[in-house]
């Protein structure tokens, strides 16, 4: 958070205008949950919400291509390459299969319905460092081969 309003009062003096009002979303999203749940922001609060801002924004990419609206589609890989820059390094797919692998061999699950023990050992793990769908879909995948 406090790189992110470093950056904002660089973006200001440098008149970057596409940072500025990415750095603002952040902000304006990381005000709101601070405000509205009376907390302080965390990290895995704050990574949360610029993994939202990104997830929008490559939802929206994806719009933009299926429509060829190169102007857009330019704008919002800019967006994307700015939110990224406030996420910690993100964890290959392989760390995250070990990590799984470390979750199952303590909490042994034995049906999908000890998914929910699975994502709770592995989540704190890997939020905002890795796809938590595509973790998902990877514990499912280890839970239905047993």
Same mark, same amino acid.
């Given at each position: !958070?406090?790189? *992110?309003?470093?950056? *904002?009062?660089? &973006? ?7 940072? *500025?009002?990415? @750095? ?9 949950i ?12 704050f ?6 801002? %990104?997830?929008?924004?490559?939802? &929206? #990419? ?9 102007? %857009?589609m ?5 967006? =994307?390459? @700015? #939110? ?6 993100? %964890?290959e797919?392989?760390?995250?299969i070990n990590i ?6 303590? =909490?042994?699950?034995e049906? @999908?319905?000890?998914?929910g023990?699975? !994502? ?18 990877? @514990?499912?995948?280890? %839970?239905?081969?047993?």
């Amino acid at each position: !958070m406090e790189q *992110l309003l470093e950056d *904002l009062k660089q &973006a200001m003096r440098d008149k970057d205008a596409l940072r *500025l009002s990415v @750095i603002r979303m952040v902000k304006g999203d990381v005000d709101k949950i601070r405000i509205d749940q009376k907390c302080e922001i965390t990290d895995t609060i704050f990574y949360g919400v610029v993994e939202k801002q %990104l997830k929008m924004r490559e939802d &929206a #990419l994806e719009q933009f291509t299926n429509a060829g609206r190169e102007d %857009l589609m330019e704008q919002t890989k800019k967006e =994307i390459q @700015i #939110l990224k820059t406030y996420l910690p390094e993100q %964890l290959e797919e392989q760390d995250v299969i070990n990590i799984i692998e470390e979750a199952f061999e303590k =909490i042994k699950p034995e049906t @999908i319905r000890d998914m929910g023990k699975v !994502m709770g050992y592995v989540t704190p793990l890997i939020k905002g460092r890795f796809d938590m769908k595509k973790a998902s879909s990877l @514990i499912q995948q280890k %839970l239905n081969t047993k």
